[in-house]
């Protein structure tokens, strides 16, 4: 419903919010039963403004707005894509290994 990726520079302001909020309520104007949003987590929430990631908070945002739709909705959060792999991690070889460079801040720490 809205662009896969928030463009790479940072902009002011992001137009995805925008966009996904009038996608939404075209969606109910025309009588679309049911809505499915794929979303993620509202980083700048959880980071108390700390950390920027306009493409997950702006979806967080566009799912707080459906939540307040006349319509029935359902969310699926998936917080990486297997595409991501070919397009932005490009695998490679070294001897008989396979790296993934998937660059994580050094005080990273996974929840599991």
């Known amino acids: 419903m809205t662009p896969l990726m928030t463009p790479p520079t940072p902009p002011n302001d992001s137009d995805e919010f925008a966009l996904g909020c009038a996608l939404a309520d075209a969606a109910v104007a025309a009588g679309v039963p049911h809505l499915i949003f794929s979303t993620l987590e509202n980083v700048a ?3 108390h403004g700390d950390k920027y990631a306009p493409h997950f908070t702006d979806k967080a945002r566009i ?3 459906i939540r307040g739709l006349p319509v029935a909705h359902s969310f699926i959060m ?3 894509f297997y595409t991501n792999l070919l397009e932005y991690y490009i695998p490679r070889r070294e001897g008989d290994t396979l790296l993934l460079p998937i660059y ?8 599991f």
């Open 45 to 47: 929430a959880i980071s």
């Open 63 to 65: 799912a707080d707005h």
């Open 104 to 111: 994580l801040p050094e005080d990273y720490r996974a929840p």
């Open 78 to 80: 998936l917080a990486f």
